[in-house]
Nanobody
Framework: VQLQASGGGLVQAGGSLRLSCAASGRIVSINNMRWYRQAPGKQRELVAAITSGGSTNYADSVKGRFTISRDDAKNTVYLQMNSLKPEDTAVYFC??????????????????WGQGTLVTVSS
């Protein structure tokens, strides 16, 4: 199983971007899907999370501006980012946990990270 993130780029303050993260492989189910970010010189922080039931939570700094969603048919999580600010500049990472087919009729848990996608917001 692997996660592939995409959608980062350069945008002016006030603009929007949508990040995507697709999981592929012999997936049985995906439980929680999350977006983290890490700005230069700072620790990685949780930005948004969504459960298999669709419950969401957000960091206070992005509430009202970012929206996390998922498409289980595509094993994909999205992060719609609106009203972007320069302080949103960071590398964004997706994370997911769930179960996959290890062997025929045998399953294992996974907890994986995507490769990161850079979001740069200019002032």
């Amino acid at each position: 199983v692997q996660l592939q993130a995409s959608g980062g780029g350069l945008v002016q303050a006030g603009g929007s971007l949508r990040l995507s993260c697709a999981a592929s492989g012999r997936i049985v189910s995906i439980n929680n899907m999350r977006w983290y970010r890490q700005a230069p010189g700072k620790q990685r922080e949780l930005v948004a999370a969504i459960t298999s039931g669709g419950s969401t939570n957000y960091a206070d700094s992005v509430k009202g501006r970012f929206t996390i969603s998922r498409d289980d048919a595509k094993n994909t999580v999205y992060l719609q980012m609106n009203s972007l600010k320069p302080e949103d500049t960071a590398v964004y990472f997706c994370n997911a946990d769930g179960r996959y087919w290890y062997e025929t009729l045998r399953r294992r848990d996974f907890n994986l990270w995507g490769q990161g996608t850079l979001v740069t917001v200019s002032s």
